[in-house]
């Protein structure tokens, strides 16, 4: 089945640095990613929409600025949280859909990557 | 807008059977998910389902009835490692794919 590599799995930066996430789609080619965060205890909230070749449409609410989304090619999507505050700490989440597998395709999820930002 | 509703929490007994609600109202509908989510760790895809009726997949089935906007999820012979959150989500057929999901059930199976 299809399979959606993060990396790394969990970091620790000091506050004011930034930190890259890299998503990836092992098997399968994805023109769209999508990347969530989740806080404890709570569900899954979309950032944004990762385009390959085009811009990312994020959700009201989180600033373009800050979480930085570039989707390079058709199999890696990258996100980068710049100048990181401790309420930026939180567990997000890359995703994509393999359309090959047709109608009822899943989101396959990586592995999440959990940031501690002190 | 988008609303997916779902209990917070259900215990159930080793064993046993339960039953986990979703109701949805979104604007459009190109089916429903469940997944399961242990702490600590991303989702896993369960069951989709699209026509009404059951969908059966081993000890997980999962109901669909579009015209009352309402899904089930039923998890038969509960196991201990089957303590999780559990997440409906639908596929509102927005254009790019995306998911909205519901908040999620915990679900603690006790002995």
């Known amino acids: 089945g299809a399979v959606v590599s993060q990396h790394p799995s969990w970091v620790i930066c000091k506050s004011g640095t930034s930190v890259k996430i890299e998503c990836r789609s092992l098997?399968?080619?994805?023109?769209?990613m999508f990347w969530y965060r989740q806080f404890p205890k709570q569900s899954l909230m979309l950032m944004a929409t990762?385009?390959?070749?085009?811009?990312?449409?994020?959700e009201q609410g989180v600033e373009k600025d800050k979480f930085l989304i570039n989707h390079a090619s058709l199999t890696l999507s990258t996100l980068t949280v710049t100048s990181a505050h401790p309420e930026d700490s939180s567990f997000y989440i890359c995703?994509?859909?393999?359309?090959?597998?047709?109608?009822?395709?899943?989101?396959?999820f990586g592995n999440g990557t959990r940031l501690t930002v002190t | 807008g988008q609303n997916i509703d779902q209990p917070t929490e259900m215990t159930a007994t080793e064993g046993a059977i339960v039953q986990i609600n979703c109701t949805y109202q979104?604007?459009?509908?190109?089916?429903l998910f469940w997944y399961q989510q242990h702490a600590g760790e991303a989702p896993t895809f369960l069951s989709y389902?699209?026509?009404?009726g059951l969908e059966e997949k081993g000890r997980f089935s999962s109901f669909l009835s579009r015209s009352k906007g309402y899904s089930y999820l039923l998890l038969k012979e509960l196991q201990m490692k089957d303590s999780a959150s559990y997440l409906c989500?639908?596929?509102?057929?927005?254009?790019?794919?995306?998911?909205?999901f519901g908040k999620g059930t915990k679900l603690s199976v006790i002995p």
């Open positions: 995703s994509a859909r393999d359309l090959g597998e047709g109608l009822g395709s899943p989101l396959h």
């Open positions: 098997d399968f080619q994805a023109t769209t």
């Open positions: 990762s385009n390959e070749g085009s811009k990312a449409t994020y």
């Open positions: 979104t604007s459009g509908f190109n089916g």
């Open positions: 389902n699209v026509l009404d």
């Open positions: 989500a639908v596929d509102s057929g927005a254009g790019s794919y995306q998911l909205t």
